[in-house]
């Protein structure tokens, strides 16, 4: 080899990664793109857990059927046109170990007989009544195992902590990926809930966050993914695999939208993830329609996404006075 051409191998080898990591962080910025233009969509959290509290119901594998057979996904559909929201995010499953779609990884891996997660797909049976009113369809997970499931969190060989995780971020893409080939160009985006050690799980070595990303968009390398820090009131950006700001707020009087360009911060599509309700998932709405108004387009004027996380009946549908601030919201913003 002739002298110094080694250094040129060097240097053009680091020029084409660097070429395809420009490349690679462009598309990511694109995935998100439609989201400056939605400008405000829906959030449920359909949780066994939470619909056992709330009315007061034991709550075991039979009725949790029962609650996902009968979830109107029509009705739910009908509801979200006439407010003019773009894109709805429902929460898969979370704390309980009940999940609203079967995965068979998941059952490989956990074991649990009759098996917690549902029969029925909602995921894939909310898809067509969406997708021809024009609403795009988003799914939330969490980043650990079930938190109140005992047998699940050692089955998925998870701790909580600031630790590598490392077996467990392993088997959790797998879950992921079984759910991520299935929906396919149905499922627009994730929204991944709890990435509290991004240090630890996420930055080093395999699995990390791009194996992580890899598995979520399995089937369709355009969707949309957030990882979620926590509640911060500043719109910050986890990593250069995600496509959005997950945003998750519950105080909006203290949201900041600082360094804003073109619809993004630090170079993610900003988007703000916050409560209608009393809490999440909860309650009457705690704000008025003109307070409800001005916190979306507080947002959208920064040319970001905002997504109202929304109580539901436990047949899916939303109450008319949750329901009355999405239209006011829908109007104020041009979607209606």
């Not at 075991?60 to 057979?69: G, Q």
């Not at 997660?117 to 969406?130: F, I, K, Q």
């Amino acid at each position: 080899m002739r002298p110094g051409a080694s250094r040129t191998i060097r240097r053009t080898v680091c020029a084409a990664a660097a070429i395809l990591f420009a490349g690679a962080c462009l598309r990511a910025q694109d995935r998100a793109s439609w989201m400056k233009d939605a400008k405000f969509g829906v959030m449920t959290h359909y949780l066994a857990d939470w619909i056992a509290r709330v009315h007061k119901q034991p709550m075991n594998v039979e009725e949790w059927n029962r609650l996902v057979d009968h979830f109107d996904v029509e009705g739910l559909a009908r509801q979200l046109e006439s407010a003019g929201v773009s894109y709805y995010l429902i929460s898969i499953g979370q704390n309980s170990g009940y999940y609203l779609s079967p995965n068979a990884t998941y059952d490989r891996y956990v074991g649990t007989q009759p098996s917690k997660c549902s029969g029925r797909d909602l995921v894939a049976d909310l898809y067509e009544p969406l997708a021809k009113r024009g609403i795009k369809l988003m799914v939330y997970l969490p980043s650990g195992a079930p938190a109140g499931d005992p047998v699940a969190r050692q089955a998925l060989n998870w701790q909580n902590g600031y630790l590598r995780n490392a077996e467990f971020q392993m088997r959790w893409e797998l879950v992921i990926r079984e759910w991520a080939e299935r929906w396919g160009s149905r499922v627009a985006g994730w929204w991944f809930d709890g990435c509290y050690w991004p240090n630890a799980m996420y930055r080093g070595d395999p699995p990390n966050f791009a194996t992580f990303a890899n598995a979520a968009r399995a089937g369709n390398p355009d969707r949309a993914i957030a990882f979620n820090p926590g509640v911060v009131p500043r719109l910050i950006s986890m990593t250069p695999y995600e496509d959005y700001i997950a945003g998750e707020i519950d105080h909006t009087e203290r949201l900041s939208i600082r360094h804003a360009s073109d619809g993004k911060v630090d170079g993610r599509q900003i988007h703000v993830l916050t409560y209608m309700g009393r809490t999440w998932g909860m309650g009457e709405p705690r704000f008025d329609a003109a307070e409800a108004i001005q916190w979306s387009k507080a947002v959208t004027g920064h040319g970001g996404a905002i997504t109202w996380d929304v109580p539901v009946e436990r047949n899916g549908r939303i109450s008319e006075p949750v329901l009355d601030r999405l239209l006011a919201i829908g109007k104020a913003l041009g979607r209606r």
